[in-house]
DNA sequence: AATAAAAGTGTGTGCGTACACACTTTTATA
DNA sequence: TATAAAAGTGTGTACGCACACACTTTTATT
């Protein structure tokens, strides 16, 4: 059943030499003979060692500084949870000699983002974690983090080849096709769709193209045939917003539901009600406070939960897999697309059991 | 910032004892002048002191031995997730000292439970965990764990007052609401609806009661009215079963939608299928691989998802807050319930991040 | 008042690892 | 071949805590 548990002591009792010795194999801190290199990394291999973390932790007094760089939650407040999430697996790691030091930008204004991810990159941290919104300006901080060897996680918004650690977030493409069979189902006969993007300029928004992507793609692999329009609105100006909106919905014949690509579903909500629209469906992103306003009414159906808390726990702790404990981190992590509708909503209020110690496993 | 950390020196220090004294009453072991234990206890609180698990565990070479009581998955493959959850759990705590043993039973087979039920209890564990799925069965073991002070955690079959540390599971009332906001959201017009209970019990499963029972609530605060039908169908006899289901699949007019309230929700996609009635629409539970074979060709259009591997990680997890860490437990532990459809499928089965050291927080 | 028992307190070691340092052996250089 | 440099190896301490043990002071008993 359980075999005893190897230690360092253990492999140099076997190896005959003293437990430095294995340690330098074990760290590749050099100055050992090749031959007992050997010898030992084989002993090492055969036993399956595995170092005990918690005495690990204890006996190194280095310290990790990592950087988070995401928009400030009190101009948007989806970027509460990612935030939460930052400080949930921050507080675990503090005694493993993890600080994180958080960089906000406002998610409007680039020139923002910019100056303070020139603040994170002077402060030299060892980690580095964002969400890169904004491409353009963020391709040179990327590729110097990346000449400098700093290890950075994104999320919420991929950006390939860049070198980055990871990327944690969900797969744009496949929510909206999820989005689709969502409309799909309730839907008897075929009809007309309207897809908004709200709030994000396409150009630096790949991720909403590629949710408008995947609707499409869904429903022209359906035998009927439904008639998909795309908009997109700006809340900065409710004037326009309103009318750009309002001419959609009067001039799309038989228009029975509406695709919100961002975390902005309620403003469409608002109005439609305001518009006593109530028989067009609406499925959107997030379940932040004004979304369920609405799922609560009824006027949004479901909601598509990309797991933010989630995606800034995960992040932080993926810096700290490799960081810190050494271990191969994935590549991409996509988060499951949680199908949100009021009889289930309260059960992804709670908080996530989340923690620290799958590396032990 | 980042005040620096307390230790028990520190307060050793601060109060003019020796480290000795301060453990003593950090752990009650007594033996400590009351003015003291007073003095010492004050600087405690308000140093907010946090030990240092790490230290702890390293320290201590206390051993835990856990139980874990479930059936057997070879006999049902919706057991496989809990115990993977389980052996989850188990490797992530073993550095802490804890092992877990498991006893499997037959979920066909009372006595069989009985008798596991009996092996474990003479094992003595620490702590138990099992899944009860016999109601009157399990009565007299919880009766008297609870008299030796073993704690045990309840999964997946919710028993109330019989003082189980807590319980980990779905909430199968609202599981059922939520199975009937489904099909209707995908129904513009009233139907008829079955609800069929599989291979359980219904005396000994008052879960699938409560599952009948939101549905049916879901329904009756519709303004529509819907014809509900419930039938129990066993699969160890498949003439009974198919002729049972074809009977009521032909009395029931406008029969539109099965509500299956048991992970077999696949058996009832193979008859239909047979008899080519694929317009009826199929809703079950659990991401057993039989199901999502018809998921993947359509026949069921959604599954609940249990969570059931997170259920027996979260038990074990359960037992070593509480008796490892000295956490306070919660009672109940709902899960979310994960609506599960083709497209988000994939995100649900790439096995999820969990981990150890929240307690860290 | 002498002595035993009990209560209270301090010291020291070990848990498994990291890492600095001291030491020994080999190799390079004159 | 002497000697310095480099390479290789072993030893010891610290990390924060648990816990056994030794020790000191107080209280109870005769």
Redo the contacts between chains.
Sequence with gaps: ??QK?IRIKDIALKAKVSPGTVDRVIHNRGKVAEKVRIRIQKIIDESNYEP????R??GSKKQYRFAALIPDHQVDSYWLAPKTGIE?AA?????FGV?VQQFIFNPYDAKDFVRKAEELTAARPEGIFLSPIFYHEVLPFLAQWHDSSVPFVLFNTEISDHGPLSYIGQ?SY??G??A???MH??Q?EPCSILIAHIDEKIDNAAHLLKKEEGLRD?FSQQQDVFGITTIELDSSDPEGFNSRLADAVNGIADLRHIFVTTSKAHLVAAELERRQLGDIRIIGYDLVPANLHYLEKGSI?FLINQNPERQGY?GI?QLADFLVFRKAVSKT???????I????L???L?ED?????????
């Design positions: 059943m359980d548990i005990n973390l918690m005495a932790a204890l949930k507080a675990e790691l503090k005694q600080s797969d496949q929510s096709k999820l689709g069979k969502l189902y309730g008897s869904y159906g995960l702790r992590k996509f988060l499951p697309l949680d199908i509708t009021l009889e289930n309260r059960y992804y709670e059991v989340m923690n620290v110690a799958e590396k032990l496993a």
